[in-house]
């Protein structure tokens, strides 16, 4: 990066972790740390709301899916609006109303402190892990800038961000949040108008939409029902409304969002905002991925998009056969193009029947493509076991560092930044206030003061901190990031969300039957995700289920009759 770039960077990134600090100055008590007060107006539990769930993993994986599969991945979000309708009727009220810390609180309230501490610990395993992730996405842009090592990266950028969230809490996260989303929304656009300038002349938007749609890459809705596939209309619809209902109505990062809402109509309000915003915004970011894939067919791209990988490839004993495998891809690249013009003047002249036939060739130009690409990655294998041999989360960043002017690189790497210290922030509140709450307050010390739980609080803070930093060094293995997230929390939210279900709609079941529900069902969830029986989507309506009809089977089985038999003497 040039010397502007860098500026921009540190200017940007010192300027909110400043500004947090100072907007939660005077934080002297656990519900200003953990809530910030309940003072925030609706557009401030929005774009908190937001931030949460667009992480650094959004903008580096996403347009890496757009790139790579296309625009399917938009229907993961049809669900949502659905389901923020439901929390706006349901759960925020009833939060509100018991002026609970967590969501885990009311558990206790409808069942027992098992139920309560079940879910809680369903939830801190499953944001601890997550959390790991968001905090590798950003480390991979300095280990790719500095070409150093993501062990490096990654302990920085945790550090960070654990700094000025055990510093402010809540009111740090909430107002850094609100400046984060307005710089990414501004770089995004800026982001999508350049790739359409760097595309050449005769190639506009339109154009290049349509090219990326021969090659398969527009398809944005897939009505076909198919258990297998993670992304179609009806996964997205029904899976996705499970996933996004509990995500949004248990998951403590995400509750402790709106909670901070200063009433029952703000917080309905951020929420349904959310729902509004959320899936053009994810719609526009895979767009991105499109153009750019579109530009790569046009610029040569390189024959790995993670630098750091290439490098050590190119400096090892296996140098020449890399090389080798270079001029091939230099071929491959040459004789798609020939295809590519082709295409292109068919499309020009609306000639259907050449664009059917052209677009067969160029497929094929792309498939030959792809093998030498393999033949990289096989290199890399041989060279090192342990390579990180998936580039998908390293197109778009690629994309940025190469070919957008001085200046924005330093905030389009600044925005990703700034999404991976939002949520991840908000993750480390929550894990915080689940822990001091749920855990340190209820089991631990019962009678501490309201200064002893606010150094908890601080502590447990930086606790989990490191425990992320430290699953943060595991997630190069992973793949996909986002889609990792995802995954992740399909075997745990539905389970959770049965619970929170039965609790609000199902009044005759006990703790008890619950309980033991939840746990048979979670164990089902994960041997079925183990498995691979059904797409992951859908472990969140298997687990949801599941536990709402085994809690009324064991209910039934477990129920003592009203009139007990005299004992025989």
Same mark, same amino acid.
């Given at each position: 990066?040039?010397?502007?770039?860098?500026?921009?960077?540190? &200017?940007?990134?010192?300027?909110?972790?400043?500004?947090?600090?100072?907007?939660?100055?005077?934080?002297?008590?656990?519900?200003?740390?953990?809530?910030?007060?309940?003072?925030?107006?609706?557009?401030?539990?929005?774009?908190?709301?937001? *931030?949460?769930?667009?992480?650094?993993?959004?903008?580096?994986? *996403?347009?890496?899916?757009?790139?790579?599969?296309?625009?399917?991945?938009?229907?993961?979000?049809?669900?949502?609006?659905?389901?923020?309708?439901?929390? &706006?009727?349901?759960?925020?009220?009833?939060?509100?109303?018991?002026?609970?810390?967590? *969501?885990?609180?009311?558990?206790?309230?409808?069942?027992?402190?098992?139920?309560?501490?079940?879910?809680?610990?369903?939830?801190?395993?499953?944001?601890?892990?997550?959390?790991?992730?968001?905090?590798?996405?950003?480390?991979?842009?300095?280990?790719?800038?500095?070409?150093?090592?993501?062990?490096?990266?990654?302990?920085?950028?945790? /550090?960070?961000?654990?700094?000025?969230?055990?510093?402010?809490?809540?009111?740090? +996260?909430?107002?850094?949040?609100?400046?984060?989303?307005?710089?990414?929304?501004?770089?995004?656009?800026?982001?999508?108008?350049?790739?359409?300038?760097?595309?050449?002349?005769?190639?506009?938007?339109?154009?290049?939409?349509?090219?990326?749609?021969?090659?398969?890459?527009?398809?944005?809705?897939?009505?076909?029902?198919?258990?297998?596939?993670?992304?179609?209309?009806?996964?997205?619809?029904?899976?996705?409304?499970?996933?996004?209902?509990?995500?949004?109505? %248990?998951?403590? /990062?995400?509750?402790?969002?709106?909670? %901070?809402?200063?009433?029952?109509?703000?917080?309905?309000?951020?929420?349904?905002?959310?729902?509004?915003?959320?899936?053009?915004?994810?719609?526009?970011?895979?767009?991105?991925?499109?153009?750019?894939?579109?530009?790569?067919?046009? %610029?040569?791209?390189?024959?790995?998009?993670?630098?750091?990988?290439?490098?050590?490839?190119?400096?090892?004993?296996?140098?020449?056969?890399?090389?080798?495998?270079?001029?091939?891809?230099?071929?491959?690249?040459?004789?798609?193009?020939?295809?590519?013009?082709?295409?292109?003047?068919?499309?020009?002249?609306?000639?259907?029947?050449?664009?059917?036939?052209?677009?067969?060739?160029?497929?094929?130009?792309?498939?030959?493509?792809?093998?030498?690409?393999?033949?990289?990655?096989?290199?890399?294998?041989?060279?090192?076991?342990?390579?990180?041999?998936?580039?998908?989360?390293?197109?778009?960043?690629?994309?940025?560092?190469?070919?957008?002017?001085?200046?924005?690189?330093?905030?389009?790497?600044?925005?990703?930044?700034?999404?991976?210290?939002?949520?991840?922030?908000?993750?480390?509140?929550?894990?915080?206030?689940?822990?001091?709450?749920?855990?340190?307050?209820?089991?631990?010390?019962?009678?501490?003061?309201?200064?002893?739980?606010?150094?908890?609080?601080?502590?447990?803070?930086?606790?989990?901190?490191?425990?992320?930093?430290?699953?943060?060094?595991?997630?190069?293995?992973?793949?996909?990031?986002?889609?990792?997230?995802? +995954?992740?929390?399909?075997?745990?939210?539905?389970?959770?969300?049965? +619970?929170?279900? +039965?609790?609000?709609?199902?009044?005759?079941?006990?703790?008890?039957?619950?309980?033991?529900?939840?746990?048979?069902?979670?164990?089902?969830?994960?041997?079925?995700?183990?498995?691979?029986?059904?797409?992951?989507?859908?472990?969140?309506?298997?687990?949801?289920?599941?536990?709402?009809?085994?809690?009324?089977?064991?209910? *039934?089985?477990?129920?003592?009759?009203?009139?007990?038999?005299?004992?025989?003497?």
């Amino acid at each position: 990066m040039s010397n502007l770039d860098w500026a921009v960077l540190v &200017c940007t990134l010192l300027f909110i972790v400043v500004y947090g600090i100072y907007r939660s100055r005077g934080t002297e008590n656990i519900q200003g740390y953990l809530l910030g007060n309940q003072s925030m107006p609706w557009y401030s539990v929005c774009l908190s709301v937001m *931030a949460t769930q667009a992480s650094a993993i959004t903008f580096l994986s *996403a347009p890496g899916l757009g790139y790579s599969s296309g625009m399917s991945f938009v229907q993961f979000y049809l669900g949502l609006p659905l389901a923020m309708i439901v929390l &706006c009727v349901t759960f925020v009220p009833i939060f509100h109303r018991l002026k609970v810390y967590t *969501a885990y609180e009311y558990l206790e309230q409808r069942f027992d402190l098992n139920t309560r501490a079940l879910t809680a610990f369903l939830f801190l395993i499953q944001r601890g892990l997550s959390t790991g992730i968001t905090i590798y996405a950003p480390s991979i842009i300095l280990s790719i800038i500095l070409n150093i090592n993501p062990t490096f990266t990654t302990i920085f950028i945790g /550090s960070i961000v654990v700094l000025y969230t055990v510093y402010g809490g809540t009111r740090a +996260v909430s107002y850094t949040q609100m400046l984060q989303m307005a710089i990414i929304f501004s770089g995004l656009f800026a982001a999508g108008v350049i790739v359409v300038q760097l595309l050449p002349s005769s190639v506009g938007f339109g154009k290049a939409i349509s090219i990326a749609g021969k090659m398969g890459r527009t398809e944005a809705i897939n009505f076909n029902f198919d258990w297998d596939n993670p992304y179609t209309l009806w996964s997205g619809l029904i899976g996705g409304f499970f996933l996004q209902l509990s995500y949004f109505g %248990t998951d403590q /990062s995400q509750v402790g969002r709106y909670l %901070t809402g200063s009433s029952v109509g703000q917080s309905r309000m951020g929420l349904l905002m959310n729902g509004i915003v959320k899936i053009p915004m994810q719609f526009l970011i895979l767009l991105i991925g499109v153009l750019v894939f579109t530009f790569y067919q046009y %610029t040569k791209p390189p024959v790995f998009f993670n630098r750091f990988e290439l490098n050590k490839l190119e400096n090892s004993a296996y140098a020449p056969q890399l090389n080798s495998i270079k001029a091939e891809h230099q071929q491959a690249f040459q004789a798609k193009q020939q295809e590519l013009d082709k295409l292109g003047l068919a499309i020009d002249q609306g000639d259907e029947q050449r664009i059917d036939a052209q677009r067969t060739l160029l497929l094929a130009a792309d498939v030959k493509e792809k093998e030498v690409r393999k033949k990289t990655t096989d290199l890399m294998l041989k060279n090192d076991a342990n390579a990180d041999i998936n580039d998908n989360n390293y197109i778009f960043l690629s994309f940025v560092t190469e070919y957008l002017p001085k200046g924005l690189i330093g905030l389009l790497i600044a925005i990703i930044f700034l999404a991976s210290m939002g949520s991840t922030a908000s993750a480390l509140n929550s894990l915080a206030s689940t822990s001091v709450i749920d855990i340190y307050k209820r089991l631990i010390k019962k009678d501490g003061s309201d200064k002893q739980y606010l150094k908890a609080s601080r502590w447990l803070t930086f606790f989990w901190g490191f425990v992320c930093i430290l699953m943060a060094l595991y997630a190069s293995k992973i793949g996909n990031l986002i889609e990792a997230v995802n +995954v992740l929390g399909s075997y745990i939210y539905g389970t959770i969300l049965g +619970v929170f279900l +039965v609790a609000f709609y199902l009044k005759k079941v006990n703790g008890r039957a619950v309980f033991i529900a939840a746990i048979m069902a979670e164990i089902t969830v994960c041997i079925c995700g183990y498995l691979q029986v059904v797409a992951y989507l859908w472990l969140n309506v298997i687990g949801c289920l599941l536990v709402i009809f085994l809690s009324l089977l064991m209910q *039934a089985l477990l129920k003592k009759p009203d009139h007990l038999p005299e004992k025989s003497l």
